[in-house]
């Protein structure tokens, strides 16, 4: 990374949610009980589809998928802001703050494709039922996870060389509690149209895919004469919709707390969002919605129980 007015970046300064150092062990015991929870309500979800025969459709596949990229996705953040947390020490090298940038450009962006996969999976499903177990086959299935893992760290990777090349001011405060991508572009002297154009791209992609597929589904579902047909094909991808609305509707409110009036502080704590508590709530919602999946759960939890 290149400076101007400086022999060169060896360093990034977190400043994190609060500088207040009351609110330090309530901020270290949120983060980490949110962290635990997602963690383990995800290899909880996993093991479900793993250990259980019937869940082995492309649905949960995809599903165990999603659950093993929010695990990562959160270790990539969390972690690092208990230590600065517990250190105090807010610093992150350049090489760190580049490698957090990579992998979580890694695993958002893969986020994005799962759930685009996902989408087309349920209007597969619904609008060419018959064809369902042709076309959703387990070598499609994991072609397009292996595709969406390419993707991704390409996807990464170059977003990752570009900021190499950026030039950066004497200020190097980051008001947020990890290296987000969107921050280091505010920090950068030089020219970023490129890098928010890659950015945006990043989202317009999947969201249009997931958009395309819905409306399929909908205008199929609504033409179901039966009461009974329209509420099961509703029933099939309501849990699916459910975390899109979440992760978009979040990220949507991400976007416009970062381009609207907003103090740094209430831009990272809308943040916090999207990167913690939407891998934390996805679990629930399919757990909830899905009564093969709780079942299997239950019998889980009964049985760990039982067993100590």
Known sequence: MESENQTGVSEFLLLGLSEDPDLQPLLFGLFLSRYL?????????MLAVSSDSQLHTPMHFL??????????????????????IQTGNKAITDA?????????MVFICMDHLLLTIMAYDR??????????AIIMNPRLCGLMSHCSLFISV????????????????????IPHFFCELAQILRLACSDTLI???????????????????????????????????????????????????LFYGICVGVYLSSVATLSPRR?????????????????SVYSLTNRAIKGDLRTLISGTFSFS
Request: overall charge positive; aromatic content about 10%.
């Open 96 to 104: 760190g703050c580049l490698t957090q940038v990579y992998f979580f």
């Open 37 to 45: 929870v997602t963690v383990l309500g995800n290899l909880l979800i």
């Open 154 to 173: 390409m996807n990464a990777l170059l977003h990752s060389l570009m900021v190499l090349h950026l030039s950066f001011c004497t200020d190097l405060k």
């Open 123 to 132: 209007y597969v499903a619904i609008c060419h039922p018959l064809y369902y």
């Open 195 to 245: 890098n928010d154009i890659l950015t945006s791209l990043l989202g317009v992609g999947p969201l249009s895919g997931i958009i395309f597929s819905y409306t399929r589904i909908v205008s199929s579902s609504l033409r179901i004469p039966s009461i009974g047909g329209k509420y099961k094909a509703f029933s099939t991808f309501g849990s699916h919709l459910s975390v899109v609305f």
């Open 267 to 283: 831009r990272a704590v809308a943040s916090v969002m999207n990167t913690v508590v939407t891998p934390m709530v996805n679990p």
């Open 63 to 84: 599903l165990s998928h999603l659950s093993f990229v929010d695990i990562c996705f959160t270790s990539t953040i969390v972690p690092k802001i208990l230590v600065n």
